[in-house]
C-alpha cells in the first residue's frame, strides 16, 4: 500500500446472512511489541464460565486509532 491510499475512502461489504454479529459478556485483551489481540466472550448459563466467540487481532497502530474512533464515536451519541 502506498502511503498515498492511506486517507482514501473504503468500501466495506456486509452481507448480514455471512457476516453474524455477536452481543459480548466479557473480553481479554492481549499484546506484545507487534500487535494488540482482542478476544470476545459470552456468559455459560451458569455464569462462572465465558466462551470466546470471536478474536481480533491488529497492529498497534491500528489498535490507536481503532480506540480514537471508537471514543469519538461513543461521545458523538451520548450527548
Known amino acids: 500500500m502506498d502511503k498515498n ?5 473504503v468500501n466495506f461489504n456486509v452481507d448480514p446472512n455471512q ?3 455477536y452481543f459480548v459478556d466479557g473480553y481479554l485483551i492481549g499484546s506484545n511489541e507487534h500487535s494488540v489481540t482482542v478476544s470476545f ?5 451458569d455464569g462462572k464460565q465465558q466462551n470466546v ?4 487481532a491488529m ?4 489498535a490507536k486509532e481503532f480506540l480514537k474512533t471508537l471514543n469519538d464515536h461513543l461521545e458523538k451519541y451520548e450527548r
Do not use: C, K, W, Y
Open 59 to 62: 497492529t498497534n497502530a491500528q
Open 41 to 45: 466472550s459470552q456468559a455459560v448459563l
Open 19 to 21: 457476516t453474524p454479529v
Open 5 to 9: 491510499d492511506i486517507n482514501q475512502p
Open 53 to 56: 466467540v470471536s478474536r481480533v
